[in-house]
């Protein structure tokens, strides 16, 4: 990857618009780039994706992202054709009024703009409320509920129209890469160990998973089903490198220094040495969170899975995360690819990180 160049896969995934329970778009694009690198390729009742590389290979090595994003979803639709809904993910409300979003409908893409009542109209404490979601709705220029309604369905959804953007160098912004990147990390590091002259002793499967912004659930079923050994969920992580963001509560990672490995309770101790280890023989900077916790991401479900999973995280360094707007380098980006590339090629048989 070049610093002012985008590879092909992920610039469809972040193109393609798949909130929760909604992924037809990112699914069609992984099923495009992944599946013809895998020994086997699987879809579930959930809508994961499951690629599978060296299928008699040991130990079995699960990379999970999450192909899913936020979104809203219409709830209700006025007398006078506005449209509202309620959020699919943890959206801060602050952010979500006077955006342009794409509405998915069964007649294709329908254009609108999230509304509330103007400035000029509220009283000073009225300005100094964050509105209620039921105080905020969806323009799309129509004038009675039967023209919406001939336009759009309850139960339609709709993203943010805020489209990739190269900001500086690799620095870019992008509506949803939580967690397209992570999605697109996963795919490729088996599209390149296809391609490798050397080959991994192990089992690989790399899983888009479905619906990780509400419980996780697409990486719970996907687990159970690929019965890993040992597995890394990849997805993003906090850039702690900007304005009010206080290192003393929120640690110190930065956008551009490398993949973020995690260490706590939900991450095996020996997968976090070998991952430490990939990135160091690779030559890919790194960067150290703690979580005493199960994390927010697939692994707190990757972990729990059957007997138990010995599971890794690495996140690629965000800024602004759950905004329309999200920051990541993309250098970043490759590192993780490069990272789990060389994790990949040094598991040996009989190595399941029991400890």
């Not at 999450?66 to 979803?73: F, K, T, V």
């Not at 893409?109 to 103007?118: D, Y």
């Not at 004038?143 to 900001?167: M, N, P």
């Not at 965000?318 to 970043?332: A, I, K, N």
């Amino acid at each position: 990857m070049t610093p002012h160049s985008v590879p092909q896969f992920l610039t469809e995934l972040l193109a393609a618009r798949s909130p929760s329970g909604y992924e037809t778009e990112a699914q069609a694009v992984f099923d495009r780039h992944v599946k013809p690198a895998a020994d086997v390729y699987a879809k579930d009742a959930l809508g994961n994706r499951i690629a599978t590389l060296n299928t008699k290979g040991d130990p079995v090595l699960m990379l999970a992202g999450h192909l899913d994003e936020l979104g809203l979803i219409i709830t209700y639709v006025n007398n006078d054709g506005f449209l509202y809904f309620d959020t699919i993910g943890g959206h801060d409300r602050i952010v979500i009024s006077g955006r342009r979003v794409i509405i998915q409908t069964e007649h294709g893409p329908i254009f609108g703009v999230t509304g509330k009542r103007a400035v000029h109209l509220m009283d000073e404490s009225d300005r100094k409320k964050v509105p209620e979601r039921h105080e905020m709705w969806i323009d799309i220029g129509v004038r009675s509920k039967k023209e919406a309604l001939a336009r759009v369905s309850i139960g339609d959804v709709a993203t943010y129209d805020h489209e990739l953007q190269l900001l500086n160098g690799s620095v870019a912004t992008a509506r949803a890469f939580d967690n397209k990147v992570g999605a697109y990390i996963a795919g490729e590091t088996l599209i390149r160990l296809a391609k490798a002259k050397r080959k991994p002793a192990a089992k690989v499967v790399a899983v888009g998973t479905a619906q990780e912004e509400i419980g996780v659930r697409g990486a719970t079923t996907a687990t159970y089903a690929v019965d890993p050994h040992i597995a890394v969920a990849i997805d993003v992580g906090h850039a702690t490198d900007h304005p009010d963001c206080d290192n003393r509560k929120f640690g110190e990672t930065k956008l551009g220094a490398g993949p973020i490995i995690c260490r706590g309770a939900n991450i095996n101790p020996h997968i976090y040495r070998q991952l430490v280890a990939a990135a160091k023989r690779a030559k890919v900077p790194y960067q150290l969170e703690a979580d005493p916790r199960p994390t927010g991401t697939d692994a707190r479900a990757i972990q729990m899975a059957r007997g138990g999973v010995a599971t890794g995280l690495i996140s690629v360094p965000l800024r602004y995360m759950h905004t329309p707007s999200e920051v990541v380098d993309l250098e970043d980006v490759e590192r993780c690819v490069r990272l789990l590339v060389e994790f990949a090629l040094a598991l040996n048989p009989g190595d399941y990180a029991h400890w």
